[in-house]
């Protein structure tokens, strides 16, 4: 049992080129989210999906795009690398949905993304 | 909105010894989960221990303990017996209706 499988872990990208971060969770979980986690700050959302075909905008979205093809994969693609974009990426999933249950979120292991 | 606040950047404990590290949110809601998650140098981010709001017991796993104060929106976590493994990040963290809420993190050092 993988739970939440992020690629790659680490990368680094020049400004302006594009990339997905990949998601895959074999928990059959139907809520996924992406978020990033700056130094010093805590996690903040940037997209979430409540099962296949379903995503919507979290906290921080713009410069991020997101797509929910099957329950298992949520990759997030970055089209025009910035600075501002440098930070880890942790990708979540959840048995449960928003405000239903104390169930916790499934962390894969993140992907520390670097722009120059 | 729903906010978190972790006023303490950092902690340091003695092996053996007992820590608190605070949390408190705001929120209108009178229904939601609280949570803790350890971060270790790894990234991987743990489910420590978590609440039901609507529980007035403290939830409790193992060495973990928590003090939730609903009326002072208050959430600390405290670690009896620190052990040189408990070093990490740890996060607080909110859900309600939506998605989850977290702290800025609080770095805690284990001297041994």
């Known amino acids: 049992n993988a739970g939440v499988t992020q690629t790659p872990k680490f990368r680094i990208l020049k400004i302006g080129q594009s990339m997905t971060l990949q998601c895959t969770q074999d928990?059959?979980?139907?809520?996924m989210y992406w978020y990033r986690q700056d130094p010093g700050m805590g996690l903040k959302l940037i997209y979430y999906?409540?099962?296949?075909?379903?995503?919507d905008k979290g906290e921080v979205p713009n410069g991020y795009n997101v797509s929910r093809s099957t329950t298992e994969d949520f990759p997030l693609r970055l089209e025009l690398a910035a600075p501002s974009q440098t930070s880890v990426y942790f990708c979540?999933?959840?048995?449960?949905?928003?405000?239903?249950?104390?169930?916790?979120?499934?962390f894969g292991s993140g992907t520390r993304l670097t722009v120059v | 909105a729903q906010t978190v606040t972790q006023s303490q950047p950092e902690m340091s404990v003695q092996e053996a010894e007992t820590v608190t590290l605070s949390c408190t949110y705001d929120t209108s809601e009178s229904d939601y989960y609280l949570f803790w998650y350890k971060q270790p140098p790894s990234r991987q981010m743990i489910l420590v221990i978590r609440?039901?709001?609507?529980?007035?017991q403290n939830a409790t796993e193992n060495r973990f303990s928590v003090n939730f104060q609903k009326a002072a929106k208050s959430f600390s976590l405290k670690i009896s017996d620190s052990q040189l493994g408990d070093a990490a990040m740890y996060f607080c963290a909110y859900r309600s209706a939506g998605d989850m809420r977290f702290g800025a993190g609080t770095r805690l050092t284990v001297k041994p």
């Open positions: 928990m059959n979980h139907n809520y």
């Open positions: 999906s409540v099962g296949a075909g379903i995503t």
């Open positions: 979540a999933s959840s048995w449960v949905p928003p405000g239903r249950g104390a169930d916790g979120y499934t």
């Open positions: 609440q039901e709001a609507y529980k007035q």
